[in-house]
C-alpha cells in the first residue's frame, strides 16, 4: 500500500512539474506580446501533457501559428494575429503562396499591407517537378514578382527573402523572420529587429530573415 501511495504522489509531483514547464513556456511567449489561447494550452495538458519533446518552443509555437483545422471549410483557421507557421511540403501548390503573403500582413500589427496575390504556373506542369510559378501580388502599394522553383510539391522558401528585400526597399522596420520548427516546416513572425533580438535572448532560439540559413 505504502508503495502505491508513493508511486501515486509521484505521479502527481510529475504532473505537476510538467504543467508548470508548460505554464513557464506560454508565460515567456506571452511576454514577446504573443498571445497563447487557452483552449491550444488545454489540448496540449490533455494530450501531451508528459511529454517534454512538445513543451519547447518551436513546436508551442508550430501549434500556434497552424490554427486549428476547420473540417467543414477545409482549412486551418489562425489562433491569432501573431504568429505563422506552414509545411514546406504544400498542401496546394498556388493557395500555399497565397496564404504564405496574407499571413505576413496579417501577423504584421498593420504594418505591412499585402493584396492581389495570383500564381501562374509556367512551363511544364508541377506535378512533373519541373518549371517555374509566377507569384504576383502588391505589398505596400507596390507591384511584386517572385518567380518561384518548381520543387515537386515543395515550396520555394526563397520567397522569405524576397519579402525581407522588398521590406527593406520600403524602409520597412519590419523583417519577415523564420525559424525551424522541429519537423518540415517554418514558424513566421513579421517583426523588427529589436523584437527579434529579444525572442532570441529569452528563447534560445535564433530566427532568420532566410530560410535557406535556418538550422
Do not use: H
Amino acid at each position: 500500500m505504502k508503495k502505491i501511495i508513493a508511486l501515486t504522489l509521484a505521479l502527481m509531483l510529475l504532473l505537476g512539474a510538467q504543467a508548470d514547464r508548460l505554464s513557464e513556456k506560454i508565460a515567456v511567449i506571452e511576454s514577446l506580446g504573443v498571445d497563447f489561447p487557452e483552449t491550444l494550452e488545454n489540448e496540449i495538458r490533455a494530450g501531451y501533457g508528459l511529454d517534454e519533446e512538445f513543451m519547447d518552443y518551436p513546436v508551442l509555437l508550430s501549434w500556434l501559428g497552424f490554427g486549428w483545422y476547420n473540417s467543414v471549410r477545409e482549412e486551418f483557421v489562425p489562433y491569432g494575429d501573431d504568429v505563422f507557421a506552414f509545411d514546406a511540403e504544400m498542401w496546394d501548390l498556388s493557395g500555399d503562396y497565397i496564404r504564405l503573403l496574407e499571413a505576413v500582413a496579417r501577423i504584421s500589427d498593420g504594418e505591412v499591407a499585402v493584396d492581389d496575390c495570383t500564381v501562374e504556373t509556367k512551363g511544364i506542369p508541377a506535378v512533373y517537378g519541373l518549371g517555374r510559378q509566377v507569384v504576383r501580388f502588391t505589398m505596400n502599394g507596390t507591384e511584386r514578382t517572385f518567380r518561384a522553383k518548381i520543387r515537386n510539391d515543395w515550396m520555394d522558401t526563397d520567397i522569405i527573402s524576397y519579402l525581407n528585400k522588398c521590406l527593406k526597399k520600403d524602409d520597412s522596420p519590419r523583417r519577415v523572420w523564420c525559424m525551424y520548427d522541429m519537423g518540415q516546416g517554418f514558424v513566421v513572425f513579421c517583426e523588427t529587429q529589436e523584437w527579434a533580438e529579444n525572442f532570441e535572448k529569452i528563447t534560445g532560439y535564433k530566427l532568420y530573415q532566410d530560410a535557406d540559413k535556418v538550422q
